[in-house]
């Protein structure tokens, strides 16, 4: 009996690591001197038993409300990723495909968009992106919150 309870808690423990939250908080004076009172949030959500990665950002001035977290990724697009290693996930190109139609049809787009591969390091309790400025420190709050 007592090997089923640790078994069932082991699982639970190992389930609620599969989904991991990013966060960063930054000002943008960094980059630019026009919007100095500006404050950056961004988040990512790698979930490693689905393999897929969602990202938000908020951008607001220091007087204004913060957002709401609750539904954080609610309306975010989702990518699949594949596991190169232990510290290196890659988002995979996205082609874009022309489409026909017909030399009437203006409502139909004629192409479809792509998106480049997109490479991401976890190294630790950080994750960060091929040429980023910015590493997104692993959130516990919100990671323990969304599970």
Known sequence: ??????LGLSSVVKAQSDVKIYSVR??????DKKYKSEIYWGFYKVDFKEKTIQSN???FRG????????????????????????????????KGTRTKRAWNDFATA????????????????????KDWKLKYILDKELTESHN
Do not use: C
């Open 1 to 6: 009996m007592m090997i089923l309870i640790v």
């Open 110 to 129: 004629g192409r479809t968009g792509g998106s480049p591969s997109q490479t991401y390091f976890i190294i630790g309790d950080t994750l960060q992106g």
């Open 57 to 59: 950002q908020f951008s």
């Open 26 to 31: 930054d000002t943008v004076p960094l980059w």
């Open 63 to 94: 007087g204004d409300k913060a957002p709401n977290l609750s539904n954080l990724f609610k309306e975010a697009s989702t990518d699949y990723f594949d596991v190169l290693s232990a510290t290196k996930i890659k988002v995979k190109r996205i």
